[in-house]
């Protein structure tokens, strides 16, 4: 992957990077975490409890388990 140009408007960045995903057959996807789903996550060990609250925290832990989840040879 390229990194993006820092020269671009913010607009004209985003559809260059856009267009760089479409064309890597990647997706980008943006959700909401529920409460429950942070508590899943700190129920099954991805997330420690004390960092539920932690934005940066609880998108590290769901990327983790995603990763897991999608690409373990288990």
């Known amino acids: 992957m390229t990194a ?9 960045r ?3 990077c856009h267009r ?7 997706v980008f996807v943006r959700f909401e975490m529920t ?3 942070v508590d899943r996550l700190v129920a099954t ?3 420690d409890a004390a960092s539920r609250h932690n934005r940066d ?11 897991t989840a999608l ?4």
């Open 35 to 37: 409460p429950a789903a």
């Open 57 to 67: 925290a609880v998108v590290e832990a769901f990327l983790k388990f995603g990763a």
């Open 4 to 12: 993006c140009p820092e020269t671009l408007s913010p607009s004209a």
């Open 14 to 16: 985003r559809m260059r």
């Open 20 to 26: 760089e995903r479409l064309s890597r057959g990647a």
């Open 45 to 47: 060990s991805w997330l």
């Open 71 to 74: 690409w373990s040879e288990g």
